[in-house]
């Protein structure tokens, strides 16, 4: 008990002004009680299951704050033979500026336990997602400024020789619509990009994606080649972008990262693409 009154005063101290956290009167009121009864324990007061209390927490140097309702057990089924008391739990209102779905996606990840590390997630992932919004609406006006819009259709394929990293593979997809590109993207090893689009708008969303979403990656790891260009009165056949890594084939390897080719060979050549596949695999 008293670990948990002790985490909820650590919190107090680093959230002391106004409006930063939110501790209900009757929940005060409630650790006084037990506060007193740990300092003596003689008349046991009624322990609730759980003391409640909200914490403002700041994004992007205070531009924007969440609001994370924090949940302290103060129950446990064998009190006798534990070392720790029971971990905390956390869940997100839901801010005007994100839909009730990428609150969820947050939410169902953060770490359950110690508060100062759940805080430091939860302010890490709505950065992220923050940063990513910008970078899509970027996008949107490179896109919509570029004077070449309507040129010719093109299909182009790229060739990783790995690509993995789950944050790099939603850019993909989601920066694409900002530039009128459709296609889909194929994580492992090897990796695959195939995008839809004409030449200026290819070429604007490469680079927006080598400068910004791959800015922290080392020169020498972005591994990535063009291997082949369609240019003769090409047809739109993908009707958006998508990624395809998990719904395409079983995958192998000591780490379930290399796709399946044949599995692949033969989606596209449902499509009309082999050609494609035999000039960008092998």
């Given amino acids: 008990m008293e670990s948990q009154l002790s985490t909820i005063d650590l919190l107090?101290?680093?959230?002391?002004s106004p409006g930063e956290m939110d501790i209900p009167e009757s929940t005060t009121e409630c650790i006084e009680k037990l506060r007193d009864w740990c300092q003596n324990p003689t008349n046991t007061p009624k322990i609730p299951a759980s003391l409640f209390l909200t914490v403002c927490l700041p994004i992007l140097d205070g531009d924007k704050t969440i609001q994370v309702n924090m949940s302290v057990p103060l129950h446990c089924e064998n009190p006798d033979t534990i070392d720790q008391p029971p971990?905390?739990?956390?869940?997100l209102r839901q801010p005007d500026w994100m839909s009730k779905a990428e609150v969820s996606g947050v939410a169902a990840t953060i770490p359950q336990g110690d508060a100062l590390e759940a805080f430091d997630y939860i302010q890490a992932?709505?950065?992220d997602?923050?940063?990513?919004?910008?970078?899509?609406a970027t996008a949107l006006e490179n896109a919509s400024s570029n004077t070449e819009s309507g040129?010719?259709?093109v299909r182009v394929w790229f060739?990783?020789?790995s690509l993995s990293t789950r944050k790099k593979r939603d850019d993909m997809v989601n920066l694409a619509p900002g530039y009128s590109l459709t296609g889909f993207v194929l994580a492992g090893k090897p990796g695959v990009l195939c995008l839809e689009g004409s030449s200026a708008h290819i070429d604007s969303y490469m680079s927006f994606i080598k400068t910004h979403s791959w800015g922290d990656i080392p020169s020498h790891q972005k591994k990535v080649s063009e291997r082949f260009r369609e240019t003769e009165a090409?047809?739109?056949v993908f009707s958006g972008m998508e990624e395809i890594t998990d719904s395409l084939g079983e995958r192998g390897g000591q780490r379930a990262n290399r796709g399946d080719m044949q599995a692949l060979e033969a989606w596209l050549g449902s499509k009309g693409l082999q050609e494609?596949?035999?000039k960008v695999i092998f």
């Fill in 234 to 236: 090409v047809q739109r």
């Fill in 87 to 91: 971990p905390a739990s956390f869940s």
């Fill in 125 to 127: 992932q709505i950065h």
């Fill in 276 to 278: 494609a596949f035999e």
């Fill in 12 to 16: 107090a101290a680093m959230f002391p």
């Fill in 159 to 161: 060739y990783f020789p």
């Fill in 151 to 153: 040129g010719p259709i």
């Fill in 129 to 136: 997602f923050l940063v990513n919004k910008q970078n899509q």
